[in-house]
């Protein structure tokens, strides 16, 4: 059986999980792709290395067709992506050729920020004053929108906080958008009230039939007005009042099929308000430390989902219960310039404590100081019996590494 996997990066979640997993499941696999040569220098080492083609991944249309100018005859086949901006794509041509597929229309409000507010609001579940700015709009019209301040401007389809910031008042807002618009011309913004409270993510993983909760992460994030992800920590099992409220509004979206990566608040009245759904697994190795957590083969569980598969009966209690707990803690960059020194990739398992650091960003390269996920120089997780055991090896991989920025 052939896995069609559709993908713009060669992400750590493609090649040091769903990769894997589609070999342990005995799957040939095509990825599909924009930007073939990275994908091919990427799986070069990997045994057995899949198919690249490349592919207007973006347009369901060129997707369809590819997979049906290259599928053999009656042979069966899956179509599968973890990318965040490739899923109303993906679930259009699994639709089209009749496999298991996210509904398309889940999938297109799940990534459109203004469309899943008005979906939400439309269906009574929960209502965030928002406005949107579309392409070529000018700013000055959303000092009518009577929105109140502060607020959060954020691309309507933008990923990892990027261009996503807290303004105080109608000028700064204006200035904001337009330098939005500077490094994104034509997009379009979203606008809405600010959800004070934790930030907490809650996963997800369906199979058509019946969707479980693999637990959830709580979440420090950097001072105002950036979002940056700078501390992610464990939880089995959030509040189960919080969770119900999350999953009611899940299924108004209508997530079901496949993982989701879910983030939001809880007020202090208890109200658990999403930020943002993300229609696939969580990323900067969070999946890759979940499997470790949870002791289950969490991406061939993903993959046999999309193949039409049941999912074991007894998951989701069995994750409730785990007593692992873990760390995930990027390292940022602190100004712009040349990484010059860092550590590579390393593994190791210390006194019941699992330790992993994944770089991000290679050595001799220049960046900007961005100010989003995009800072993140590397990633440190580790997973141990306790909380503090995770926190301690992390600590300790910190201290004894250096990573030098120079201007």
Same mark, same amino acid.
């Given at each position: =059986?052939?896995?069609?996997l559709?993908?713009?990066?060669?992400?750590?979640?493609?090649?040091?999980?769903?990769?894997?997993?589609a070999?342990?499941?005995? /799957?040939?696999?095509?990825?599909?792709?924009?930007?073939?040569?990275?994908?091919?220098?990427?799986?070069?080492g990997?045994?057995?290395?899949?198919e690249?083609a490349?592919?207007?991944?973006r347009?369901?249309?060129?997707? !369809?067709?590819?997979?049906?100018?290259?599928?053999?005859?009656? *042979?069966?086949?899956?179509?599968?992506?973890?990318s965040?901006? /490739?899923?109303?794509?993906?679930?259009?041509?699994?639709?089209?050729?009749?496999?298991p597929?996210k509904?398309?229309? #889940?999938?297109? %409000?799940?990534?459109?920020?203004?469309? @899943?507010? %008005?979906?939400?609001? +439309?269906?009574?579940?929960?209502t965030?004053?928002?406005?949107?700015?579309?392409?070529?709009?000018?700013?000055s019209?959303? %000092?009518?929108?009577?929105?109140?301040?502060?607020?959060?401007?954020?691309?309507?389809?933008?990923?990892?906080?990027?261009?996503?910031?807290?303004? #105080?008042d109608?000028?700064?807002?204006?200035?904001?958008?337009?330098?939005i618009?500077?490094?994104?011309p034509? #997009?379009?913004?979203?606008?809405?009230?600010?959800?004070d409270?934790?930030?907490?993510?809650?996963?997800?993983?369906?199979?058509?039939?019946?969707?479980?909760?693999?637990?959830?992460f709580?979440?420090r994030?950097?001072p105002?007005?950036?979002?940056?992800e700078?501390?992610?920590?464990?939880?089995?099992?959030?509040?189960? #009042?919080?969770?119900e409220?999350?999953?009611?509004?899940?299924?108004?979206i209508?997530?079901?099929?496949g993982?989701?990566?879910?983030?939001?608040?809880v007020?202090?009245?208890?109200? *658990?308000?999403i930020i943002?759904?993300?229609y696939?697994?969580?990323?900067?190795?969070?999946d890759? =430390?979940?499997?470790?957590?949870?002791?289950?083969?969490?991406?061939?569980?993903? !993959?046999?989902?999309?193949?039409g598969?049941?999912?074991?009966?007894?998951?989701?209690?069995?994750?409730?219960?785990?007593?692992?707990? +873990?760390?995930?803690?990027?390292?940022?960059?602190?100004?712009?310039?040349?990484?010059?020194?860092?550590?590579?990739?390393?593994?190791?398992?210390?006194?019941?404590?699992? @330790?992993?650091?994944?770089?991000?960003?290679?050595?001799?390269?220049?960046?900007?100081?961005?100010?989003?996920n995009?800072?993140?120089?590397?990633?440190? &997780?580790?997973?141990?019996?306790?909380?503090?055991?995770?926190?301690?090896?992390?600590? %300790?991989?910190?201290?004894?590494?250096q &990573?030098?920025?120079?201007?």
């Amino acid at each position: =059986m052939r896995l069609y996997l559709l993908a713009l990066n060669p992400t750590d979640s493609v090649t040091r999980g769903f990769l894997p997993a589609a070999a342990r499941l005995g /799957l040939d696999v095509t990825v599909l792709t924009d930007q073939a040569e990275p994908h091919r220098h990427a799986y070069a080492g990997l045994e057995p290395a899949p198919e690249v083609a490349e592919c207007d991944v973006r347009d369901f249309r060129e997707v !369809i067709g590819l997979i049906s100018r290259h599928s053999a005859a009656g *042979a069966p086949f899956a179509v599968f992506s973890n990318s965040d901006h /490739l899923q109303t794509q993906t679930a259009l041509a699994a639709g089209y050729f009749g496999l298991p597929a996210k509904d398309w229309k #889940a999938a297109l %409000r799940a990534k459109n920020k203004g469309e @899943l507010r %008005r979906h939400l609001a +439309a269906a009574g579940v929960d209502t965030v004053r928002s406005a949107e700015l579309g392409p070529g709009q000018d700013p000055s019209v959303l %000092r009518e929108s009577g929105l109140p301040f502060p607020v959060v401007v954020k691309p309507r389809e933008g990923v990892a906080s990027e261009d996503v910031s807290l303004v #105080a008042d109608a000028d700064e807002l204006e200035r904001r958008c337009q330098e939005i618009r500077q490094r994104r011309p034509g #997009a379009a913004l979203v606008v809405e009230e600010f959800l004070d409270g934790q930030l907490c993510t809650l996963e997800t993983l369906g199979d058509g039939r019946r969707r479980y909760v693999l637990g959830g992460f709580r979440t420090r994030i950097s001072p105002p007005p950036h979002f940056i992800e700078e501390l992610l920590e464990f939880v089995p099992a959030h509040p189960a #009042a919080v969770v119900e409220q999350v999953l009611a509004q899940l299924d108004v979206i209508g997530v079901g099929l496949g993982a989701c990566h879910t983030e939001f608040v809880v007020q202090p009245d208890g109200r *658990a308000r999403i930020i943002e759904v993300n229609y696939r697994a969580i990323g900067d190795q969070c999946d890759l =430390m979940l499997a470790e957590i949870l002791g289950i083969p969490l991406f061939e569980h993903i !993959i046999a989902a999309h193949l039409g598969r049941e999912l074991p009966a007894d998951l989701g209690d069995f994750c409730a219960s785990t007593t692992r707990r +873990a760390r995930n803690e990027p390292i940022l960059a602190d100004r712009a310039g040349t990484l010059t020194a860092a550590p590579g990739p390393y593994e190791e398992e210390r006194d019941g404590v699992r @330790l992993g650091y994944q770089p991000h960003r290679p050595l001799g390269e220049r960046h900007e100081l961005y100010r989003t996920n995009r800072d993140y120089l590397g990633v440190i &997780w580790a997973v141990g019996p306790e909380q503090a055991a995770a926190d301690a090896a992390v600590a %300790r991989f910190a201290a004894a590494n250096q &990573w030098v920025i120079t201007p």
